[in-house]
C-alpha cells in the first residue's frame, strides 16, 4: 500500500503567497500613513506656534522674547513677559531673546511643552535671525530643532514638508533646510539627517 504524498497543492500555495502579498502591502501602506501624518503633524505644530507668537503679540504689544536678556527673563512658569525689556526690534537677534521666546509663550499659557515637542523628538527652538546656515535667510527667525542648527531632522520629512507647505526648494520660501532635493524629488528616497528650519518672523 502505497503512502499518500503529503505536501502544499499549487493551489494553496497561490492562496498562501497572495495573503502573505497582501499583509505586506498593508503594512507598507500603514507605514506610509504613518509617515503622512507625521508630516502633517509638524505643518500643524508650526501653524500653533506661528499663532503663538500672534496671540502674545496682540496681548503685549510685542513678541515673546524681544528686548529680553538673562537678567529680565523670569524663570520657568514664572511671569509671562520680561521685566525691563531692552530694545524691541519685531526679530529675536540675540541668544537671551532666542532663549527666552518658548518659555514666555508657556509662561503665557499659550503653549504648553507638547505642543512644541517635534515629531523628531526634540523641542522646537527659535534660531537667532542672524543665522544663515542651512539656507536661512538674513534678518528672519525660524523654529529649528536645536539652538546650533545641527542636522537633527530626516531629509526624507524635511522634504515631504517643504512639498506639502512650500515650493519643494530648500533655500527657498518659508520652508529652509541644508538638503539636496527639489520639487520634483522623490522624498520618500532621500537618506539622511539635515537642519532645517520654517520661518515665523518676520
Known amino acids: 500500500m502505497k503512502n499518500k504524498q503529503q505536501g502544499f497543492t499549487l493551489v494553496e500555495l497561490a492562496i498562501v503567497l497572495v495573503i502573505i502579498g497582501l499583509i505586506l502591502g498593508m503594512a507598507f501602506k500603514g507605514k506610509d500613513l504613518i509617515d503622512g501624518a507625521k508630516v502633517k503633524n509638524m505643518q500643524a505644530q508650526y501653524n500653533k506656534i506661528v499663532a503663538a507668537f500672534n496671540i502674545y ?31 524691541r526690534n519685531g526679530l529675536l537677534n540675540t541668544a537671551d531673546e532666542v532663549a527666552a521666546s518658548m518659555r514666555l509663550l508657556q509662561n503665557a499659557n499659550i503653549l504648553t511643552n507638547a505642543d512644541i515637542q517635534s515629531v523628531f523628538g526634540q523641542p522646537w527652538v527659535m534660531s537667532n535671525s542672524a543665522d544663515t546656515v542651512a539656507n536661512f535667510a538674513a534678518n528672519t527667525n525660524y523654529i529649528t530643532l536645536t539652538s546650533t542648527n545641527t542636522a537633527a531632522a530626516d531629509i526624507r520629512f524635511v522634504c515631504a514638508l517643504d512639498r506639502l507647505m512650500d515650493d519643494g526648494a530648500p533655500d527657498k520660501g518659508i ?24 520661518r515665523v518672523l518676520p
Open 57 to 87: 503679540y496682540e496681548k503685549y504689544g510685542n513678541y515673546p522674547g524681544d528686548g529680553c536678556t538673562v537678567a529680565t527673563t523670569p524663570a520657568e512658569g514664572g511671569a509671562a513677559t520680561c521685566s525691563a525689556p531692552g530694545t
Open 175 to 198: 520652508v529652509r533646510s541644508g538638503g539636496v532635493y527639489s520639487a520634483t524629488a522623490d522624498c520618500w528616497s532621500l537618506s539622511g539627517q539635515v537642519s532645517m528650519g520654517i
